[in-house]
């Protein structure tokens, strides 16, 4: 099994930046693909971003060009850095594990195994 704490979350003004951090425990985190979601209140799950354990990328078209997803895997924790947030961003942001997903949008959240407890970023307007 692998725990995930998701942290980073606070109140941000439009335009501004936070980065979120999800920090695994448990055996072999390179292998595992990390997917960033997000859940506003009144709205369906929705999946963010996501990286594989070599370091492939894939975003949602509504954060391309603002959002940046890493990992390092020495410290076996995966980063959402949010640039230029927007009110429509405000949400409590989950992360979560898989060994393996399907390579494409949306980011389905059934496809992850392990998640981590929620963290909330509010972006004011």
């Known amino acids: 099994d692998v725990q995930l704490q998701a942290s980073g979350g606070g109140l941000v003004l439009a335009g501004g930046l936070l980065r979120l951090s999800c920090e695994a425990c448990?055996?072999?985190?390179?292998?595992?693909?990390i997917g960033w979601f997000r859940q506003a209140p009144g709205k369906e799950r929705e999946g963010v971003s996501c990286?594989?354990?070599?370091?492939?990328?894939l975003y949602v078209d509504s954060v391309k060009g603002r959002f940046t997803i890493s990992r390092d895997n020495a410290k076996n924790t995966v980063y959402l850095q949010m640039n230029s947030l927007k009110p429509e961003d405000t949400a409590v942001y989950y992360c979560?594990?898989?060994?393996?997903?399907?390579?494409?949008?949306?980011?389905?959240?059934?496809?992850?195994?392990?998640w981590g407890q929620g963290t909330l970023v509010t972006v004011s307007s």
């Open positions: 990286i594989s354990g070599k370091g492939r990328t």
């Open positions: 448990g055996p072999d985190f390179p292998v595992y693909a």
């Open positions: 979560a594990a898989s060994h393996i997903i399907t390579w494409s949008t949306p980011i389905m959240s059934d496809e992850y195994e392990w």
